[in-house]
């Protein structure tokens, strides 16, 4: 079995993967949803805190089944330093005192093997990734062969919508607050631009939409005078140009991809309106949709170890005196993830 460990930002999680038929025997994910939620946003060295205390309480509940560990596996990029330190230390400690081998897993792949949790990966495959800190599509050959076909010059898809819901004083994280408003609102209220619509250019960007929520919202007379109605119109327009932009690069990819098996991942691929949008793009070019569970599309030690259990067949492991962060930069499209 491996052991896999994720803290890259808030969330503290650790899991146990059978390496023979992928089986998922053991899983637990602890949110520090509420402890930030009172800032707006993640306290980078709160979260550090809270590893710190999270992590070996986890733990301690694998102990049935440390003894028939091959591996241990743990997110060393991209993320925040302070937290995936925690990650690292409890991995290198294991790896050393059990002399066993050290996977380090690039985060954005783990998410891409959200979708094959207890299943055999298909390959070749196209994902778009929508989180918190990235926007992207991914043209993906192989395990060691994955290559940025589209990405974000600015904001995310998941930051957008935080910080939307932070415009409206509503709470964190504001993914899921702004899909459930804007059920309740009008999606044709507010004429919200569509980012990059007239350009050429294959390749997300967020900011000025954000910036055309606040615009909104102050000429309502500012976030203490928005009615219940107001913050569902804009939630549901806001989410309406997302989806637009979104699309419309999406079909541009489309159009010069043959791969036929396409996968949204990532925190905010559990955005049904969003997901309902590309089932019909989907069946338009004649592509398959694939999604990961929704329990798996946020940050989660099983996604880690899902890649983990092929990284460990080819053998891609790392010197536990030397594993240390990868400060990643941002990788523009073209290059390989």
């Known amino acids: 079995m491996i052991l896999s460990i994720e803290s890259s930002c808030d969330d503290s999680s650790i899991a146990i993967t059978k390496i023979e038929n992928n089986e998922l ?7 520090q949803e509420k402890e930030h939620a009172c800032y707006g946003g993640v306290v980078p060295e709160l979260a550090s805190r809270l590893h710190a205390i999270d992590l070996p309480n986890i733990l301690e509940e694998t102990k049935p089944y440390l003894n028939d560990l091959k591996a241990v596996a743990v997110t060393n990029q991209p993320g925040l330093s302070v937290t995936l330190l925690e990650g690292i230390a409890m991995a290198k400690t294991i790896a050393i005192s059990k002399n066993i081998p050290l996977i380090p897993v690039h985060h954005l792949k783990g998410h891409i093997y959200s979708l094959f949790i207890e299943k055999e990966a298909i390959l070749p495959l196209l994902v778009l990734l929508i989180s918190g800190g990235h926007t992207q599509i991914i043209r ?79 000429s309502l007379g500012g976030t203490e005078n928005l009615t219940e109605q107001n913050r569902s119109d ?54 398959t949709l694939h999604t990961a569970p929704l329990e798996f599309c946020s940050d989660n030690a099983a996604m880690i170890g899902r890649y983990a259990v092929e990284a460990y067949k080819k053998e891609l492991f790392t010197d536990p005196y030397e594993i240390d962060i990868v400060h990643t930069k941002k990788r523009q499209s073209g290059t390989l993830l």
């Open 234 to 287: 804009i939630a549901a327009s806001f989410q309406k140009a997302v989806k637009l932009h979104l699309l419309q690069k999406s079909k541009k990819v489309f159009a010069d991809e043959q791969i036929k098996d396409f996968a949204i991942v990532g925190g905010a691929s559990a955005n049904l309106y969003i997901r309902n949008a590309y089932e019909k793009l989907c069946a338009e070019f004649g592509k």
């Open 140 to 218: 993906v050959e192989s395990l060691e062969k994955m290559t940025i076909l589209a990405t974000s010059i600015d904001d995310s898809v998941g930051e957008s919508f935080d910080k939307t819901a932070k415009m409206m004083g509503l709470g964190y994280p504001g993914g899921p607050v702004i899909e459930q408003l804007a059920l309740k609102g009008d999606e044709n209220a507010f004429s919200f631009p569509v980012p990059l619509r007239n350009s050429k250019l294959i390749a997300f960007s967020l900011s000025g939409l954000k910036n055309a929520v606040r615009l909104a919202i102050e």
């Open 25 to 31: 025997v053991f899983h637990k994910k602890i949110s």
